[in-house]
Structure formats: C-alpha cells, structure tokens
C-alpha cells in the first residue's frame, strides 16, 4: 500500500529548536503530503512535494523526498509552541486516495 | 484551495440512533472523500463520494452502515447508522482541490460520541 509511517512517534523539543519529522513509504509514489492536526481538530495541509521534485520549502518548513529510499523528512526550523501538533504525511498515487500512518507527535515547549 | 466546512462540529448520540454529517465546500470539486479517525488511531478512509453515482466503499466499509450522498459538486453527505459506542470517533471530509493539483484539502472534522 501507499502507507505513510513516521517517525519518530513522539518528539520533544525547545522553542526555537529544529523539528525533523520523516516517513517511510513501500510503493511508488506521484506525490507525498505533509499535514498538521492540532488536538483532534482537522488536518491542516502544509505542503505537496512532486516525485520528481527533491526538496522544497515553505516558510519554516523543509520538506525532502528520496525516492530511491522511499522516504521523506519533514524540517521545522525555530520552532514555536504553536507548533505543537501531530504531523502526518500521506504518500499519493494515481488514484487519490491518501493512507496515514499514526504520525508524530510534536512538542515544543516554552 | 479550498474552504471546506462541516456540520455539526460535534455531537453526542444514543445507541442504535443514526447521525447525518454534511460537508460544504466553497467551490466545485471532482473528488471528495470521507475518513474516520478513531480515538487515539490515524485516519482511515471510509469511501470516495461520486457525484451521481454510488460511493466507493474501502474494505471494511459498508453502504448499509454509512450511506453517503453526493448530489453536486461542492456537497456531501455521510450518515452514521444504527450507532454504538465503537463509532466514536472523528469524521472527516476531504478534497481534491481540482484540476492541475492533486493537493487534497481536509475539513475541520465532525467530533461524534456514542453513549
């Protein structure tokens, strides 16, 4: 399956330090998703990375896919206690359909 | 992108009642799906919504259970049926945000408690 899994499952940090988030993956891809969920609220999306693309950011974030690996990491840089979430990523297929792994819970304190 | 709201943001219902979820999104899109998320577990995906066809059902999912309605581009709907305790959990509808992307856009969640 396109399953995401993250890792780790649970990461504390300071404020102001840098997050690194990854996933793993088994099948190919045509794109990986990062998302944020804050407390059993909704996902929020942070950022699409093509198969054909290596990195790209966007604001604080810094999103990495290796295909040949099959894994993508996740960079928050300067963190803040906003930023406190679950993360997600949600590799994607020709089909649409997108298939989350547990996430990592993210803990940034003041 | 895309706006994507859901009603109700919560409830709390008796067993062997059922519950109705809408989703309304601010502009047209081809795909929508549903996706429960289970307490303390990630999401899963219940079905993919067909505007004027039946839903698509993943393994495990049934029509019976939860029937699903699309009747246009920017509406759905999933019904909770005949609930118990093990429905607990969070509803959750999606979207392709359309042509040229394949960006796919999550409602705030529809946060159901089944006594």
């Known amino acids: 399956s396109q399953q995401g899994e993250e890792d780790p499952q649970a990461l504390s940090i300071q404020e102001g330090e840098n997050a690194t988030m990854n996933c793993s993956y088994k099948t190919s891809i045509n794109n990986l998703q990062w998302y944020r969920q804050n407390s059993g609220r909704g996902l929020v999306h942070l950022i699409l990375i093509r198969s054909n693309e290596r990195e790209k950011h966007s604001g604080r974030l810094r999103v990495t896919l290796d295909t040949s690996k099959k894994s993508s990491s996740l960079l928050i840089t300067a963190s803040r206690a906003a930023d406190t979430a679950s993360y997600f990523c949600?590799?994607?297929?020709?089909?649409?359909?997108?298939?989350f792994g547990k996430g990592t819970l993210l803990t940034v304190n003041p | 992108s895309a706006v994507i709201s859901q009603k109700p943001s919560r409830d709390i219902c008796q067993r062997g009642t059922s519950l109705t979820i809408q989703c309304q999104v601010d502009s047209q899109v081809t795909m929508m799906f549903w996706y429960r998320q289970q307490p303390g577990q990630s999401l899963t995906l219940i079905a993919t919504a067909n505007q004027g066809s039946e839903a698509t059902y993943e393994s495990g999912f049934v029509i019976d259970k939860f029937p699903i309605s699309r009747p246009n581009l920017t509406f759905s709907t999933l019904t909770v049926s005949n609930m118990s305790p093990e429905d607990s959990s969070i509803y959750l509808c999606?979207?392709?945000?359309?042509?040229?992307?394949?960006?796919?856009?999550f409602g705030p969640g529809t946060r159901l408690t089944v006594l």
């Open positions: 949600a590799p994607g297929g020709s089909n649409y359909k997108l298939t």
């Open positions: 999606s979207v392709k945000a359309g042509v040229g992307t394949d960006t796919q856009y």
